[in-house]
């Protein structure tokens, strides 16, 4: 069964320090992968989506990066945080068409920016 | 911007029917509704999607009226665990080609009572 795991849960980082989120899906090949944010009292927000290797699809201007170094694992970085960066961020993988098929959402990374 | 409306929140007995409605008044021909729902501190979870004919499966059953305007998700037996925000999202186009998101507004939450 297709499976996805997202870590960390939670994390609280300092306002100029990096960050790395790291995403990876089991049981499937090729997905699409996303990334999206849920800032507080906000909907989500699709930060990046990815429909292969190396192939990267940016939705908002900021201060984040995705990377996509293999088939199954999706990243999520930052140089240098800012306070506006906190939030619930979200991974998300689909097959065939990335835009109509159904997502499968991990556990979240809840990031707090001080 | 979401191109959805719902309530804020809604309550429900442990045991009825929650139904849960949300306008999507300029929805156009080829969009699907769906519907997504996240429990606190985790992940949405998909739940249905249809496009004009109502659908029905192990967690909900959705309807749309004839002149898709509207549906409601339907939660026949409502449980404690159905506890959570239910997004009603419809599939939009953002740019020209194919590609196509996900808007997702703020959800109506759902409080089951016992």
């Known amino acids: 069964s297709q499976t996805i795991h997202q870590w960390p849960a939670t994390l609280v980082q300092p306002v100029g320090s990096p960050l790395s989120l790291e995403c990876t899906v089991e049981g499937t090949s090729n997905p699409n992968l996303y990334w999206y944010r849920q800032a507080a009292g906000r909907g989500l927000q699709l930060l990046f989506y990815s429909v292969g290797i190396g192939q990267i699809s940016s939705e908002v201007p900021q201060n984040l990066s995705a990377s996509r170094p293999q088939d199954r694992q999706f990243i999520l970085s930052s140089k240098k945080l800012l306070l506006s960066d906190s939030g619930f961020y979200l991974c998300?993988?689909?097959?065939?068409?990335?835009?109509?098929?159904?997502?499968?959402f991990g556990s979240g990374t809840r990031l707090t920016v001080v | 911007d979401a191109k959805t409306t719902q309530p804020t929140s809604m309550d429900c007995a442990e045991g009825r029917a929650a139904n849960l409605p949300c306008n999507h008044s300029?929805?156009?021909?080829?969009?699907?509704v769906y519907w997504y729902r996240q429990i606190h501190s985790q992940g949405p979870q998909y739940i249905i999607h249809g496009l004009k004919n109502n659908e029905t499966n192990e967690m909900a059953s959705l309807i749309i009226t004839e002149d898709r305007k509207s549906s409601t998700l339907i939660l026949p037996h409502a449980t404690l665990r159905d506890t959570a925000v239910y997004y009603c999202?419809?599939?939009?186009?953002?740019?020209?080609?194919?590609?196509?998101?996900?808007?997702w507004g703020l959800g109506t939450s759902l409080a089951v009572n016992p």
């Open positions: 998300a993988w689909s097959v065939g068409d990335p835009w109509g098929a159904s997502y499968t």
């Open positions: 999202i419809v599939r939009v186009s953002f740019n020209a080609g194919n590609n196509r998101k996900l808007i």
């Open positions: 300029t929805i156009s021909g080829n969009e699907y």
